[in-house]
Structures are given as C-alpha cells and as structure tokens.
C-alpha cells in the first residue's frame, strides 16, 4: 500500500500510456485493416476465365491495318490500353475506323469484362491528332474525340 500511495503519478502516467497505445491501435485497425489485401480489392474476381491472349493482342494489330506505324497492345487491371502510331498519310476517321474494326478481335466475353482505351497519336499531323476513344464494358461501341477545327 505504501508503494502505491509513493508511486500514483507513475501508475496513472502508465496507464494513460497503456490506453493511448491501444486507441491507437485499435484506429490504425479501423482505417488501414486491408493493407495486407491486394491492391485491386475484389475487382479482378473472374479475370482468370477472361484472359487476353497473345494471339487477340496479335489480331488487334492485324485489324488496325497498315496505316499505323506501331500499335502496342497493354493490359493492366480491367482495362485493355491500344496505343497507335499513325503514319504521315492516315486521317483521324480512318484511325477511327481502324479502332472500330480491332473490336473484332475480342470476344463477347472479354468485351462485357474490359474496358478498352484507344490512343491514337501521329509525329506528323500534330493538329489533328492525338484521337482518343474509350469503350466502357457495358456499352456497345467507342466514344471517340471529336476532330479538331483545322486553324
């Protein structure tokens, strides 16, 4: 008892520092408990029966055509990258068109899954370019960039 009556500052200091660690615990819990998870959470579930091959990726750069200098196919997550080089003499609809025309190397399947994004881009024909079109997996077709007025 004497210990006790000589020593209450440092019990309740202890204390108090006791309860402060577990507060703080027990926020750090609330805001970061999936840190260990993966990073894309619950989004990914099912992309291993929807999986891109090389040979869809191949076909894509078969129907873009020949007025593309490189076309580069890219996945990451759900959403399927297609960045292109247009050649000196393509025009932006024809780049559209090409776009167009590569759904064809997906399934329906891959089609409901992904969403595709299309980068057009040309050294040459700097005021129309670049073209961007996007396709969300829940609609049909692309939703491009409108041209821009030649000045």
């Keep these: 008892m004497k210990f006790i009556k000589k020593h209450i500052k440092m019990i309740i200091g202890v204390i108090v520092i006791l309860l402060l660690v577990g507060v703080l615990l027990f926020l750090k819990e609330v805001f970061y408990s999936s840190e260990n998870g993966p990073i894309y959470g619950t989004r990914l579930e099912g992309k291993d029966k929807v999986k891109i091959s090389d040979d869809t990726k191949n076909k894509v750069?078969?129907?873009?055509?020949?007025?593309?200098?490189?076309?580069?196919?890219?996945?990451?997550?759900?959403?399927?990258?297609?960045?292109a080089k247009a050649g000196p003499e393509l025009e932006p609809g024809a780049a559209r068109e090409a776009g167009n025309k590569s759904l064809e190397a997906f399934t329906e399947a891959e089609k409901v899954y992904y969403d595709i994004q299309y980068l057009i881009d040309s050294d040459t024909n700097t005021t129309q370019y670049p073209v961007l079109g996007y396709k969300h997996h829940s609609k049909g077709g692309i939703n491009w960039t409108r041209d821009r007025a030649v000045n």
Excluded: H
């Excluded at 873009?64 to 959403?79: P, Y």
């Design 61 to 83: 750069k078969e129907l873009m055509g020949e007025g593309f200098a490189s076309v580069n196919v890219r996945i990451q997550g759900r959403i399927i990258y297609i960045e």
